[in-house]
């Protein structure tokens, strides 16, 4: 689905706070009438002057935080100018059954981590290397708060700038695939770059970044939701693939031995570990048209997975959770080339020597090793993006020791595409050998 410019205002507008009865507080109790001057501040001003709420998010949007939009209007006392601050806030939600649950004070820390020491760094690093073309795909983040119980995290609203999501039950576009893995090369080209010409900084940047979803710490809270998620695939593909191949393998690769595979897979570092997104997924790819309805640019949003790890996990995560399978066979390739094509020019950009850092055929090699990580994660995304939204459970009615299948309570498709939606992830990648 594109959204043109105007139809992106029209789903943001803004409406008055008085009107809608809430107050800052409803962020966090850290987040104050200080906080406005903060993010003013940062936006070049000296004070804030006003601000506005703006409208809601829609049940099932996200199941980790609270999200909120507000616009914050301040000036600058003496120069006598304006701002206009736009921003998306999310912050704990005030169900603490449910940010147990979702463990969302992890999925803050690592994200706000992100924001407050990987991106900076990768900003001091772009900056010393003086780039025509720095990687900047990604918000602004103008102010965050931590400490495990009122975390809030505020960012730059980039719908505003024209960009939006896609449905997230509709198949990707290829012209929007392919600006999609140019920007994930850039976001991964930077990492690679940042590790080739200054590694021992890149490891204590990136060291310190939580693996926030493969751990042996955080088993117990996944399996059972893991052996839903199994159920579902192994029925999609016994009804799509009978008696074939692809269904004997992927019985044997649908075991409970699944998730410690994922944790050796996402634990593994070598020469193409970079800075990982975690959450490839179309929601978090937002993307600009042109007037023509073709893609522009994109920007990359929700950094709550972030890991240091393959840039295989990232690619194959993106492909099975987001493209068809028609356009897999029609176009996988050249989809890595684009990638490639895209990270090799910042590579370059930064003043490394690409057939170094990376080439095409140790991309390949790379895939082959990790890929089959694609369908561990799409056997959770697939289903989750699948469901209907009035089949998303009440987040802010779950109660004390609620387990994870409570909410995630997925059950075998009854409709055919969706189960061969499914299946196609095991197909694609049991002929490019990922699985066998």
Not at 90 to 115: G, H, V
Not at 305 to 313: E, G, M, N, Q
């Amino acid at each position: 689905m594109i959204l043109n410019n105007k139809q992106i205002v029209k789903n943001f507008l803004s409406i008055d706070c008085n009107k809608a009865k809430m107050s800052l507080s409803e962020i966090s109790k850290f987040f104050t009438e200080k906080s406005l001057d903060e993010i003013i501040i940062k936006a070049g001003g000296t004070k804030h002057t006003s601000f506005k709420f703006g409208k809601g998010f829609k049940k099932g949007d996200s199941y980790l935080s609270k999200v909120f939009r507000l616009c914050v209007y301040g000036e600058h006392e003496t120069l006598k100018t304006k701002q206009e601050i736009n921003l998306i806030i999310k912050s704990m939600p005030d169900n603490l059954a449910r940010r147990k649950l979702f463990r969302s004070a992890d999925f803050f820390r690592n994200e706000i981590y992100y924001y407050t020491k990987v991106i900076p760094a990768l900003e001091e690093f772009q900056k010393s290397k003086n780039p025509l073309n720095p990687f900047t795909e990604y918000p602004k983040c103008y102010l965050c708060h931590c400490d495990g119980e009122n975390d809030f995290i505020a960012l730059e609203d980039v719908s505003f700038l024209g960009y939006g999501s896609p449905n997230r039950q509709d198949y990707i576009s290829i012209d929007e695939c392919r600006i999609t893995m140019r920007t994930m090369g850039r976001l991964h080209g930077i990492g690679l770059t940042f590790a080739d010409q200054e590694p021992k900084a890149f490891s204590e940047t990136m060291g310190k970044l939580e693996e926030t979803y493969y751990g042996e710490r955080i088993r117990s809270w996944y399996m059972g939701f893991l052996r839903l998620a199994i159920t579902v695939a192994k029925d999609a593909v016994s009804k799509t693939y009978p008696g074939t191949k692809y269904e004997t393998i992927v019985n044997k690769y649908l075991q409970e031995g699944l998730y410690s595979d994922q944790i050796k897979i996402v634990g593994t570092r070598g020469k193409f570990s970079s800075v990982c997104h975690g959450d490839c997924w179309t929601p978090n790819f937002l993307t600009k048209y042109r007037e023509d309805g073709s893609p522009e640019a994109v920007k990359v949003i929700d950094y709550q997975l972030t890991r240091c790890a393959s840039i295989a996990l990232d690619i194959s995560f993106f492909i099975y959770s987001c493209t068809s399978q028609e356009l897999r066979e029609k176009h996988y390739l050249s989809l890595l080339k684009d990638y490639h094509d895209s990270a090799c020019a910042l590579i370059k950009d930064l003043g490394s020597n690409p057939d170094k850092v990376l080439t095409f055929e140790e991309l390949l090699a790379e895939l082959k090793a990790f890929g089959r990580f694609g369908c561990g994660m799409g056997i959770e995304s697939l289903p989750m993006s699948l469901i209907e939204d009035d089949e998303v459970a009440d987040l802010d009615a779950i109660q004390e020791n609620a387990i994870l299948t409570d909410v995630w309570n997925i059950t075998p498709f009854k409709e055919e595409a969706k189960r061969k939606r499914i299946a196609d992830i095991f197909k694609h990648a049991i002929d490019q050998e990922y699985i066998q």
